[in-house]
């Protein structure tokens, strides 16, 4: 598992102890078409925020369960938010995350 968290830091850009991350989970115990877009963008904006203040000129790695969230988070965070651009795949295993 730390090889993985290493290999993901580094193919996203991003140095241990030099950002922040936040966790949304903007659909939590909702269907996605029962959250309509403007609270997650006040969510999202809110969960950017918060991670603002931990640690201030870092990047933040953002992830939710919502796409919307998440461009969301890349257009009004700019350059300073980082996602995982392979969000969209079937999990994998170890072994071939560990492959590429």
């Known amino acids: 598992v730390a090889k993985i968290i290493k290999f993901k830091l580094k193919d996203m850009g991003l140095v241990p102890n030099h950002y922040v991350a936040s966790h949304l989970r903007a659909l939590y115990a909702v269907r996605a078409e029962e959250r309509e877009d403007w ?11 918060c991670a603002t203040q931990l640690k201030q000129g870092v990047p ?20 300073k938010v980082v996602v995982d651009d392979k969000r969209n795949q079937d999990p994998k295993t170890v072994e071939e995350a560990l492959a590429k």
């Open 60 to 79: 933040i790695f953002f992830a939710s369960d919502s796409s919307v969230a998440i461009e969301h988070a890349l257009k009004v965070g700019k350059e």
């Open 39 to 49: 609270f997650i963008h006040m969510f999202t904006e809110n969960a950017l925020a």
